[in-house]
């Protein structure tokens, strides 16, 4: 019962949104799988605000402390690159991000709080990518 009562997470306080109140229990729900190692699959439709729980839940773990070692990788479609970037910068201004995608990548000298990539590069790049620590 535990694992599946999200119950109440304040929200990161520089998270510059207002959540709905079913985006608030996603959020909520990711943030405490992610404390306890859980991974998690949000399966709401296109349009619901599933990048905003994401980017609360990376904030509110980087206001902890949790991100100071260990980074965040999200991958995604090329097409939502841009947007995943816009989207960290409106709503989640503290968290550092950079993007891992076309014929300048480099590892060695970047460690942002989130790295975005895609699932080609993933792909390509996966030996280097499981070299690194990554907290999600």
């Known amino acids: 019962r535990q694992l599946l009562d999200a119950g109440d997470v304040a929200l990161p306080a520089s998270i510059q949104?207002?959540?709905r109140p079913y985006q608030e229990r996603g959020y909520a729900w990711l943030y405490r799988n992610a404390r306890i190692g859980l991974g998690?699959?949000?399966a709401d439709d296109m349009g619901l605000g599933k990048?905003?729980?994401v980017i609360a839940t990376l904030q509110r773990l980087k206001d902890e402390g949790a991100l100071a070692e260990a980074k965040v990788l999200v991958v995604v479609p090329t097409s939502l690159l841009t947007n995943?970037?816009?989207e960290i910068a409106r709503?989640?201004?503290e968290l550092t991000v950079a993007v891992f995608h076309g014929t300048q990548r480099e590892l060695d000298t970047v460690r942002p709080d989130v790295l975005l990539t895609t699932y080609g590069v993933a792909r390509a790049e996966s030996a280097a990518l499981k070299a690194l620590r990554?907290?999600?």
């Open 17 to 19: 949104a207002t959540l």
């Open 40 to 42: 998690s699959v949000i």
């Open 51 to 53: 990048t905003l729980q």
């Open 84 to 86: 995943w970037q816009k």
């Open 91 to 93: 709503f989640a201004p």
């Open 134 to 136: 990554w907290h999600l």
